[in-house]
């Protein structure tokens, strides 16, 4: 998915369209940057594995709304805990809190980073689903 953001050009002072975006791709979370000037045709360009820049990150929650993964039925509690501490850098406690929370939710964010993690969660066997967060 992709978001777009008004600004203008770094060579000539233009206004230019930065398109930022997120993927899922060769089981791996990617993210990048892109903008390219129609007065001077300057381009930049940046990208990179992992979850992106936290400014990128949130034009692309502001663009798409948040989504939630949730895990009602956890097979192996060793094993999700395990993964959620990797991907997520996260404690074993709170990886482990999160498992045992009572509404199963496990991870809230952008569509594609519940994807990426599904299907890490999917490939130990668990059956996570993914929802759209209602704003309240
Ligand atoms: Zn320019």
């Not at 929650?61 to 097979?75: A, I, R």
Request: with cysteine; hydrophobic share 40%.
């Amino acid at each position: 998915m992709t978001a777009s953001i008004d600004g203008f050009c770094s060579g000539c002072s233009k206004p230019a369209t930065t398109v930022v975006g997120q993927a899922y791709f060769h089981d791996e979370l990617r993210w990048y940057e892109s903008m390219h000037c129609k007065a001077c045709d300057a381009r930049t360009e940046a990208d990179g594995i992992g979850f992106p820049p936290a400014e990128i990150r949130s034009l692309l929650l502001q663009q798409e709304g948040g989504f939630l993964l949730s895990l009602p039925d956890v097979q192996s509690a060793a094993k999700v805990t395990k993964l959620l501490r990797v991907l997520l850098q996260l404690e074993i406690q709170a990886a482990f809190g999160l498992i045992r929370s009572t509404d199963a939710v496990v991870y809230c964010g952008t569509r594609v980073e519940c994807e990426w993690l599904k299907g890490k969660l999917n490939a130990l066997g668990e059956a996570p689903v993914i929802t759209s967060k209602i704003l309240v």
